[in-house]
């Protein structure tokens, strides 16, 4: 019994620890590849702000345009948009 107990303290935190790092090491590996394919896309969140739980203020570059628009649970609702010639000037 107490061998079974010495082989549950040392592997359980080992078990978590690999868990752990695997999903450390997927994160950091994950976040350099959208960078790399901002260019290929027509859509592109240029920023988030949440408003509450389930949902969120966005603002999604598109076509030379940003859109502000409210994000819920279960709805996408456009507030406003912005062209060319209001962004960056």
């Known amino acids: 019994m107490g ?11 080992l078990v978590g620890g ?6 450390w090491l997927w ?3 994950q976040l350099g590849l959208p960078a ?6 027509s859509v592109r969140l240029v920023d988030a702000i949440p408003l509450g739980p389930g949902s969120k203020l966005a603002v ?3 076509d030379e345009r940003r859109l502000l628009i409210a994000v819920s649970r ?6 406003t948009e912005a062209g060319p010639e ?3 000037g």
């Open 60 to 62: 999604v570059s598109f």
């Open 74 to 79: 279960g709805q996408v609702t456009l507030l």
């Open 18 to 23: 690999l868990a752990w790092a695997s999903l």
């Open 3 to 13: 061998e079974y107990i010495l082989r549950l303290v040392i592997l359980v935190p």
């Open 27 to 29: 994160k950091r590996l």
């Open 86 to 88: 209001l962004i960056d």
């Open 36 to 41: 790399m394919r901002v260019q290929d896309r």
